[in-house]
């Protein structure tokens, strides 16, 4: 998973960096809202950590144009100045976490899992089960294994009677070079087809 860290200060980008790297994320980062908007235009992010007070562009502002824009990726506000109005403004422009500086990477750990829970089961409420199949196929090809993996593993939770999500995740694990449980799930596919 690609997540974008946007903050002025770099020891910030710098800690939040490592703490995502070692949960598995890929991580890029932005010092300021402009740089932040053009990566956003130009990249796919599964998730964004977003500075509120940040130079020229503020952070509520690049967050009220990324949704105006469209872009639906879950957004995670981190700053040091936490004031109600601005959780209010935040959570109003679609910010799924609020995180108060300082904070520990137990803290970042926490509010990744709440995130990931709380998206997966809203994802899961709004894509059919055909749209998560397609992405899950479209990843796989595109060689992004761990996306093609969750999303595969998503729709498999509700349809488990569906061979070509065995063989998806299958493959996915094959990419990942998991051979383990890649046989184990290529087992499960060759079963459906007996």
Do not use: H, W
């Not at 109005?85 to 109003?92: F, G, L, S, Y």
């Not at 796989?140 to 939770?157: H, I, N, R």
Request: glycine share 4%.
């Amino acid at each position: 998973m690609k997540v974008l860290v946007v903050d002025d200060t770099k020891n910030i980008r710098m800690i939040l960096t490592k703490c995502l790297e070692l949960e598995g994320y890929e991580v890029m980062t932005a010092g300021d809202g402009k740089q932040a908007l053009e990566m956003l235009m130009t990249n796919s992010f599964d998730l964004v950590f977003l500075d509120i007070k940040l130079p020229e562009i503020r952070g509520t502002e690049v967050l009220k144009r990324i949704r105006g824009m469209g872009i639906k990726t879950p957004v995670i506000i981190i700053t040091a100045y936490a004031t109600v109005k601005n959780a209010v403004d935040c959570t109003n422009l679609g910010a799924v976490a609020y995180i108060q500086k300082p904070f520990s990477a137990d803290k970042i750990r926490t509010v990744l899992k709440e995130v990931y829970n709380n998206s997966f089961y809203a994802e899961r409420e709004k894509a059919s089960l055909e749209e998560v199949y397609a992405l899950a196929k479209l990843s796989l090809e595109k060689g992004e294994f761990e996306k093609a993996l969750e999303l595969a593993k998503m729709a498999l939770s509700t349809e488990l009677n569906n061979p070509e999500l065995y063989l998806i995740i299958s493959k996915a694990y094959e990419g990942l070079k998991n051979s383990e449980n890649a046989e184990r799930f290529l087992k499960f596919y060759k079963l459906f087809k007996i």
